[in-house]
């Protein structure tokens, strides 16, 4: 992570477009009710999921590349750990990436610094609501 606890505050107030890659339907999982959340405080959200769902209103594209660069500029991950180097070379090849967070409990050390090299903006391991909620 190469942003530090004081930046995530402009961070939020900076973009306030999110793609969350892998947004559930299931509003029993963080990658559903996270989006819903942030959704309710402002944010435009879309979400990048490779099955066509529909999510309470969300517009969903399959891929990250089919995503519009005013919302690709903030990509918030419902991923596994083992997934973020799949990820990161997604990223890298379609750019326009400006932030990468990795929501609580993800984290992949070479991932994230091949993202920084490339520079990306990265938070890990970091839950929206809870650093949205320490700021406003």
């Known amino acids: 992570m ?9 961070i939020l ?3 306030k477009k999110i793609a969350v890659y892998g947004l559930s339907h299931d509003p029993q999982k963080a990658s559903h009710y996270v989006p819903a959340y942030m959704r309710g405080q402002g944010w435009e959200i879309v979400g990048i999921y490779p099955k066509v769902h529909e ?8 891929s990250l590349s089919e995503v519009p660069l005013a ?14 180097p ?7 090849s379609v750019g326009g990436v400006e932030i990468l967070w990795l929501q609580l409990g993800i984290s992949h050390p070479g991932a994230e610094t091949r993202a920084e090299k490339a520079g990306i903006r990265v938070v890990s391991n970091r839950c ?5 909620k320490k700021y406003f």
């Open 86 to 92: 799949e990820v990161v070379d997604e990223i890298l």
């Open 13 to 15: 107030v900076n973009y």
């Open 55 to 62: 999510v309470s209103g969300f517009t969903i594209y399959k």
């Open 71 to 84: 919302f690709r500029k903030f990509v918030d991950v419902f991923r596994s750990s083992e997934s973020i």
């Open 2 to 10: 190469n942003v530090k606890d004081s930046e995530i505050k402009d």
């Open 128 to 132: 929206l609501i809870i650093e949205h």
